[in-house]
């Protein structure tokens, strides 16, 4: 399988590396416990050569008659363990974030509806082998993030 502009130029910049054992030490978050979890879990299972592993959690708190605010946080581990060598070391680690505040203006025993408003967050981190990618390589493959804002419409019923 060919390699990606990206991951040739990582596999080209950080070959080098792996054969000098030179990486920067990676600092520890608290978010990172569960990343650690999973790290774990895609180790012991099929030998390390599990591609990945997803954890989530989500709440969603009455505030009221008609309002509620749904939280959730999830966490992946994802191996490239279908790319040949020194690309199958590469991992990415991923922590989401997402708040959704929901107004629930009409309901009956036919149909409900609602308004929602949420905002989502992702940090992923790529790895070599464990360790953090060395400061030439693009900020984008070290560490992308996005965000978003969400609005939005929601029905449902039943006809007859």
């Known amino acids: 399988m060919p390699l990606s502009h990206s991951h040739q130029y990582l596999a080209s910049t950080l070959q080098a590396r792996i ?5 920067p030490a990676i600092r520890t978050r608290s978010s990172e416990a569960l990343i650690s979890n999973l ?17 989530s959690l989500s709440y969603t708190v009455p505030i009221g008659e008609s309002f509620s605010f749904t939280v959730a946080f999830g966490a992946s581990r994802r191996k ?30 036919s149909q409900r509806w609602s308004l929602v408003l949420g905002l989502s967050a ?3 981190r790529t790895t070599l082998v464990g ?13 992308p993030q996005t965000g978003y804002l969400r609005l939005g419409l929601s029905g449902g019923g039943q006809a007859g």
């Not at 070391?89 to 107004?103: A, R």
Request: with cysteine; proline share 6%; glycine share 6%.
């Open 39 to 55: 790290d774990q879990c895609t180790s012991q299972y099929a030998g390390g050569r599990l591609a990945s592993a997803i954890g």
């Open 122 to 124: 992702s940090s992923s």
């Open 80 to 109: 490239l363990i279908e790319l040949e060598l020194p690309a199958d070391d590469f991992s990415t680690d991923q922590i989401q974030e997402f708040g959704q505040l929901e107004w629930e203006f009409s309901e009956s025993l």
């Open 131 to 143: 360790q953090q990618l060395p400061p030439t390589a693009p900020e984008i493959v070290k560490r």
């Open 19 to 23: 054969k000098k054992n030179r990486f």
